[in-house]
């Protein structure tokens, strides 16, 4: 199936990355950015942010060089809290009116050799056009030289117009907008920042609980997850734990633990397989082409996929659900759903991303993060490691 991971490679090369004494901070300049200063409670939310990065930098001992991104170029300016300021983002007193570029800042300076930059941008990551590629692209060459990728994500109060990534005003009035602070650095000293921005940022007045904290070489190279727990659909549509006869060979749960086994009954129009024990009380969501289906092919066996598709899946904490349709006269299988590495996303993710099939509340979501996270989440993937999750089936009726 694949080589452990993080493999031993990844782990030196982020081992031996050398701490900077420097954090590049950059804040979206952009209007979409323009609602945070647009009432007292958000106001007074996102000077707490600021002053909670303020604070963070230096009580890590880092100099704090501080600049505003947008179309494409940045300025310096001299603190944080310069972004407090409605002009930040509306283009007055000196500022001029940006579109949002976060990719500006890995694009700013060479990388040199042993020596990996300490950088993070503060945005609604709502990219023009909803255009990833530049923004991955540019993180790309940081994570090949030994850097690892953090993002803090909040939900802040915010007041005014919202805008997708096309520009369009999709929301006018209160929200409660998503903002992240993206950053890449050396392994230690990012996660120690991170906490710290976290930590300071709560002190200073942002709510603990809007927060969410993801270090994706971690979250990415996690253990595989295995099914442990067999439903079905409907929940008395099947039996398991029972031996299962594929070809001229008989196989029994106590000697196939990777296996779930399931007998299927006339009335069996699916089945649910769950990393945890309780398969069937989940948020179930349609399937976002995250999860691969293949036979497995044992000896004297040949299976077919015709009739077998999945339908559903559900994320929870640190475990996957999948639910699998099946037509009629499904008899004996052998098959696999499996998650590539990079692709298993945080329920974070799924909540706070804005689909094409769009929910009732748009405002407090962003548009493509899903294909963002899981793009970033690939960067720090070695080829040919084990998938994020591998569930193994055996059917028969």
């Not at 060459?141 to 096309?166: D, K, T, W, Y």
Request: charged share 15%; aromatic share 6%; with cysteine.
């Amino acid at each position: 199936m694949g080589a452990t991971a993080p493999t031993s490679a990844q782990q030196s090369l982020w081992n031996n990355t050398s701490a900077a004494a420097t954090l590049d901070l950059a804040i979206d300049g952009s209007g979409s950015m323009l609602g945070l200063t647009g009432s007292p409670e958000a106001l007074n939310t996102w000077k707490s942010l600021l002053k909670g990065l303020n604070l963070a930098a230096a009580s890590e001992g880092l100099t704090l060089q501080t600049k505003r991104v947008g179309s494409g170029t940045s300025s310096t300016v001299k603190s944080p809290l310069k972004a407090a300021d409605p002009c930040f983002f509306q283009g007055c007193k000196g500022f001029t009116p940006v579109t949002s570029s976060p990719d500006s800042l890995w694009k700013e300076a060479e990388l040199v050799d042993g020596q990996i930059p300490l950088r993070m941008v503060v945005s609604d990551l709502e990219v023009n056009d909803g255009d990833i590629a530049k923004l991955v692209g540019a993180i790309k060459p940081h994570v090949e030289a030994g850097a690892v990728i953090g993002v803090l994500a909040l939900q802040l109060p915010f007041q005014g117009r919202v805008f997708n990534s096309q520009g369009e005003v999709i929301h006018e009035g209160e929200a409660s907008r998503p903002i992240f602070l993206l950053a890449t650095g050396p392994r230690d000293q990012l996660h120690t920042l991170m906490q710290s921005v976290k930590t300071k940022a709560a002190l200073a007045g942002v709510p603990a609980g809007s927060m969410k904290l993801t270090h994706l070489e971690d979250q990415v190279n996690r253990g595989t997850l295995k099914a442990q727990a067999l439903g079905g659909v409907p929940a008395d549509a099947v039996g398991a734990g029972v031996p299962i006869r594929l070809g001229s060979t008989t196989y029994s749960p106590s000697q196939n633990s990777d296996y779930q086994f399931a007998r299927l009954f006339n009335n069996a129009k699916g089945l649910i397989l769950s990393s945890s024990n309780n398969p069937s009380t989940q948020t179930w969501q349609s399937d976002l082409g995250l999860i691969q289906l293949e036979t497995i092919s044992l000896p004297g066996y040949s299976g077919s996929l015709n009739g077998i598709s999945i339908d559903e899946f559900a994320v929870s904490g640190s475990d996957l659900h999948v639910k699998i349709a099946l037509s009629s006269g499904i008899t004996g299988q052998s098959i696999r759903a499996s998650v590539p590495r990079g692709q298993l996303p945080e329920t974070w993710w799924l909540q706070w991303d804005r689909s094409g099939q769009d929910t009732d509340t748009p405002q407090n979501q962003t548009d493509g993060l899903m294909l963002l996270m899981t793009s970033l989440g690939k960067l720090m993937v070695a080829p040919g490691t084990t998938p994020a999750a591998a569930f193994c089936l055996l059917t028969s009726s």
